[in-house]
């Protein structure tokens, strides 16, 4: 069974940034990429950024790109920088592993964290 925490959301004004952080519990860490999603209520679980199993690869949605990166260390943690942040981006956001290729549908991955909220807003 694989264990997710997501932590690091907040309040913050549009034009702001917030630091999401995940630590994974999960055997052979860097087997397996990483991946971020978001889900807004009474919305589908929407793709945001993903890593490749090294890390030297990143991908982004559209809606997030410039403005987002993702990262992770070789231990256990992967990482949501986000700057310029919009109140399109409010929801709550979730990280999630796959052992398979890049894939940007969340019916792809099977294993979640708790989540955390992330709200823009004057």
């Known amino acids: 069974q694989v264990y997710l925490k997501e932590s690091g959301g907040g309040l913050v004004q549009p034009g702001g940034s917030l630091r999401l952080s995940c630590a994974a519990s999960v055997l052979t860490y860097n087997n397996y990429r990483m991946a971020w999603f978001r889900q807004s209520p009474g919305k589908e679980r929407e793709f945001v950024a993903a890593?490749?199993?090294?890390?030297?690869?990143s991908y982004y949605a559209d809606s997030v790109k410039g403005r987002f990166t993702v990262s992770r260390d070789n231990v256990n943690t992967v990482f949501l920088q986000m700057n310029s942040l919009k109140p399109e981006d409010t929801a709550v956001y979730y990280c999630t592993v796959r052992a398979g290729p890049h894939s940007t549908d969340h019916t792809d991955y099977s294993d979640w964290g708790q989540g955390t909220q992330v709200t823009v807003s004057s």
């Open positions: 890593t490749s199993r090294g890390g030297a690869t």
